[in-house]
């Protein structure tokens, strides 16, 4: 029974940083592959960022993250973050944790997805 658990979703003004958590359980964590997704109200879920297993714990940022978000794993502790700083409006969406074992960041590609936090930017 694969479970995803994600936590640290709330309302922030622009410029605040959140540090988003997701906990997996019931799948191996090698070679796994975890990301986060997000959606906004009447738009397709996007791939925001997501970390390969490998050595180098590779890692896949959307450009309009980029610089700004930093996604990391604790292998330990079966969990992925996701630390965002610079908040933008456009940033506001309900993030996802998802899992699979392979080397991309297409949403449509995932198995294994979280419930959601929701994540709100304002001015």
């Known amino acids: 029974w694969v479970q995803l658990v994600e936590s640290g979703g709330d309302s922030v003004q622009v410029g605040g940083s959140l540090r988003l958590s997701c906990t997996a359980s019931?799948?191996?964590?090698?070679?796994?592959?975890m990301g986060w997704f997000r959606q906004a109200p009447g738009k397709e879920r996007e791939g925001v960022s997501c970390m390969y297993w490998n050595r180098d714990s590779a890692a896949y940022y959307a450009d309009s993250v980029k610089g700004r978000f930093t996604i990391s794993r604790d292998n330990r502790k079966n969990t992925l973050y996701l630390q965002m700083n610079s908040l933008k409006p456009e940033d506001t969406a309900m993030y996802y944790c998802?899992?699979?074992?392979?080397?991309?960041?297409?949403?449509?590609?995932?198995?294994?997805w979280g419930q959601g936090t929701q994540v709100t930017v304002s001015s």
């Open positions: 998802a899992a699979d074992y392979r080397r991309d960041c297409y949403a449509a590609n995932f198995r294994y």
């Open positions: 019931g799948l191996i964590f090698a070679p796994l592959t």
